[in-house]
């Protein structure tokens, strides 16, 4: 998903992986560093779906199993 200027993406392992503007935190790596290069958005597990807006990003959670 890529909204403005930066980019989330969903890798099908469940993993996400951000890159671009930082400053509302919106890559969801625990700061507000501009990322050149991707950045797994660590802590998240059985990722179902991704999105984000002008300033921010979500992620959908599926049921454990």
């Given at each position: 998903?890529?909204i403005?200027?930066?980019?989330?993406?969903?890798?099908?392992?469940?993993?996400?992986?951000?890159?671009?503007?930082?400053?509302?935190?919106?890559?969801?790596?625990g700061?507000?560093?501009?990322?050149?290069?991707?950045?797994?958005?660590?802590?998240?597990?059985n990722?179902?779906?991704?999105?984000?807006?002008?300033?921010?990003?979500?992620?959908?959670?599926?049921?454990?199993?």
């Open positions: 998903v890529s403005l200027s930066f980019l989330i993406k969903y890798v099908e392992n469940g993993r996400v992986f951000g890159f671009g503007r930082n400053e509302n935190g919106q890559l969801g790596d700061t507000n560093i501009n990322r050149y290069m991707s950045v797994e958005v660590l802590g998240l597990s990722v179902a779906q991704i999105s984000a807006g002008g300033f921010h990003s979500l992620v959908l959670l599926g049921k454990n199993k």
